[in-house]
């Protein structure tokens, strides 16, 4: 018997003219109930009782006085609130996207559920202990619609990393014993290299696990850094400390970026592991990273987003790694973050973010001005293999 995953897409099948159906009717109902169907968002105050400041504004302040016209805007699309069951989601941690099937994967963190959302947006099915996910932290998938589910341990299971083909069937359970200096390591992200290469990131990690392709271990990953957070190549002497890494994330081209909240820094490397640049800086203004938690790249946009926990924002850098705008603040209207934990690009380049105790997850359509192209020497030159 084939899976709900199969059948969903074959295009004569009439389960999935019910979805689309129920889609619309679920659009028409949004028109008109608040909550689901979001205005343009138009604030970018830190404290909602603040008086709102426009999207254009904000672009105006942030790109200088000669700013007069509106080079940046963000509009919410839509908000998710609910599972494919109806029942309200409950602390959304994790979110990634499968862009051949167009399919969005929530990690409904209060459940312990993997959900996925349609082309639409709208809840098709979840995923749980029927299908393996006990407690599932993240993911992401491969170019022939693999998932592939890093999850932590219970007093039941220990951490592991789960891969179901891309009909929701079992391929393979990759457990981490045997793997050398591997005490207490708990995934939590994985991004997948060139060549099949998977590099999860732990729990409070200050090293990302490299696996190759069929699980097996590879090596450590480790970024050396100094008293200030900066990147510190090893040929310099012992490094006074290594940066705990918080997300990691692929590019089309290889390149590695390495998220820390701790140091509020992402490092850059090729596709080889050769460092190429560090960007971020530290602090609780405008600008500034205070609890980064994720990050996404806009190859379109030629832009890369981050995700601030504390200061409930969404930054905007350029492929240079120069911050170019934000926008958010703490709130509970559509647009408003309430502690945002993950962030993706989903269709048509659309920004998707996990707003944790909002219990929701938000989409925004975002207009940026004509960012530079890559800046050849940052990215295809690496100083140093590690």
């Not at 999860?200 to 970024?223: M, N, Q, Y």
């Not at 090893?234 to 590019?251: E, F, L, R, Y």
Request: proline share 8%; aromatic share 12%.
């Amino acid at each position: 018997m084939k899976s709900s995953k199969y059948l969903s897409r074959k295009k004569s099948c009439p389960l999935l003219l019910v979805r689309r159906v129920m889609a619309l009717a679920w659009v028409i109902v949004s028109a008109w109930a608040p909550g689901l169907a979001g205005a343009p968002f138009v604030s970018a105050a830190t404290d909602q009782a603040s008086p709102p400041v426009t999207a254009q504004a904000v672009a105006a302040k942030t790109a200088g006085p000669s700013a007069r016209k509106p080079e940046f805007s963000y509009d919410v699309v839509t908000v998710l609130t609910t599972d494919d069951r109806g029942n309200k989601l409950r602390m959304p941690s994790g979110l990634f996207f499968d862009r051949n099937a167009d399919e969005l994967y929530l990690v409904n963190g209060g459940e312990g559920r993997l959900i996925v959302y349609g082309p639409d947006y709208f809840p098709q099915e979840s995923l749980g202990a029927g299908r393996g996910l006990n407690l599932p932290v993240g993911g992401t998938v491969d170019d022939k619609g693999n998932l592939y589910l890093p999850q932590a341990g219970n007093s039941t299971n220990p951490p592991r990393l789960t891969i179901l083909n891309s009909a929701f069937l079992p391929v393979k359970e990759i457990l981490f014993d045997g793997i050398p200096e591997i005490d207490n390591f708990s995934p939590q992200e994985i991004a997948l290299g060139q060549g099949g290469k998977m590099y999860l990131v732990g729990l409070e990690s200050k090293r990302v696990l490299v696996l190759g392709p069929d699980g097996v271990f590879l090596h450590w990953f480790a970024i050396p850094i100094d008293k200030s957070g900066d990147y510190r190549p090893s040929n310099q002497g012992p490094p006074p400390q290594t940066a705990i890494i918080k997300n990691v994330v692929v590019d089309s081209m290889g390149n590695l970026f390495f998220l820390s909240e701790e140091t509020s820094k992402i490092y850059v490397f090729n596709a080889d592991e050769h460092y190429l640049f560090t960007f971020g800086a530290k602090g609780g203004a405008e600008g500034k990273m205070s609890r980064p938690r994720a990050l996404a790249i806009d190859e379109q946009k030629r832009c890369i987003y981050v995700v601030d926990y504390m200061r409930h924002t969404v930054l905007i850098y350029d492929f240079t790694g120069t911050f170019r705008f934000e926008f958010g603040g703490l709130g509970w209207g559509p647009g408003w973050f309430n502690y945002p934990v993950d962030i993706v690009i989903g269709r048509q380049g659309q920004l998707v973010v996990a707003d944790f105790f909002n219990n929701r997850a938000q989409v925004f359509a975002v207009t940026i001005p004509d960012f530079p192209k890559r800046p050849p020497k940052l990215w295809q030159m690496g100083m140093e293999k590690m």
